[in-house]
């Protein structure tokens, strides 16, 4: 816990970017402030990492106090990161109160999860073993679903990542066949592309989307499972498949393979040899 000051609380405060703040405004004298003070101490440690907490004396540090409206102790207002502009803590006095409040402000900042391909084990273990479950796309091939196409799933994908982001849910996609050994565990690949399962890494099961896969056919499935619903199936063999290294794709479409050049050997005498 901060102790804060009209001489520090900006650059604290007000110029934090990444973490936000929750601040009492207290008074010495105060009965309901000294009884708040243990709470907010365990609250602070609690919400390392999380979120900073703060306390201002507003009857020394008035100059603070009067610039953000403080009409009365204990006054705790919460400052959004970058944000000079408090909202109103609305939580309990507790301990735990103040914890839930913050941790849900704190899931409202962190920014949408990164929608990452499937290229490497190394990639596919950070975002399945990291988190509760992984949500995995398996793409239709370049050469069947051109650039335009495949950038429109993944912005979908985006979207769904923002919206679902206080999830904590890994986020991958994999270009059709590129990952086979993947896509036989989940038992993906034999009703075509696009394709999705959330996997639990730690349970080793995996529930399939068998609706559209447009935006609002994967938000269905995803609030479905959000809520404890679908049917879960085990990862064939209990462990994750292997997963190899691949190129990441290039952003391009897919060009045809070049097809070697034949030659004409009707023309062409076996039998001719060179003298020597």
Not at 49 to 77: F, N, R
Not at 113 to 131: N, R, T
Not at 190 to 207: E, R
Request: hydrophobic share 35%; with cysteine.
């Amino acid at each position: 816990m901060v102790e804060l000051t009209d001489a520090n609380f900006k650059k604290k405060v007000v110029f934090e970017k990444e973490l936000g703040w929750l601040v009492e405004f207290y008074a010495p004298w105060c009965g309901h402030c000294k009884t708040l003070a243990q709470p907010w101490a365990d609250a602070a440690t609690k919400l390392k990492g999380k979120m900073l907490l703060g306390s201002l004396d507003a009857t020394q540090h008035s100059s603070t106090g009067q610039e953000y409206g403080v009409q009365g102790y204990p006054t705790i207002k919460y400052f959004a990161p970058g944000s000079a502009e408090p909202e109103e803590f609305t939580g309990g006095r507790t301990a735990d109160a103040i914890v839930k409040w913050a941790e849900e402000k704190f899931a409202e900042n962190i920014p949408p999860p990164e929608i990452l391909e499937a290229v490497s084990e190394k990639v596919v273990s950070a975002a399945c073993e990291s988190h509760p479950l992984c949500v995995i796309s398996f793409l239709p091939h370049i050469l069947d679903c051109d650039a335009k196409c495949r950038t429109g799933h993944i912005k979908d994908l985006q979207k769904l990542g923002e919206k679902y982001k206080k999830k904590d849910w890994g986020w991958l996609w994999a270009e059709a066949m590129a990952q086979q050994e993947l896509e036989q565990g989940v038992d993906v690949g034999g009703f075509g592309y696009p394709a999705m399962v959330v996997l639990s890494h730690k349970k080793m099961k995996y529930s399939t989307l068998t609706g559209s896969f447009g935006y609002d056919g994967v938000n269905e499935f995803l609030r479905d499972l959000s809520y404890g619903k679908g049917r879960t199936t085990p990862v064939r063999g209990a462990k994750m498949p292997k997963v190899i290294t691949v190129e990441p794709w290039d952003g391009k479409d897919g060009e045809m393979p070049v097809e070697e050049e034949e030659y004409d050997l009707s023309d062409v005498d076996l039998d001719d040899k060179d003298e020597l």
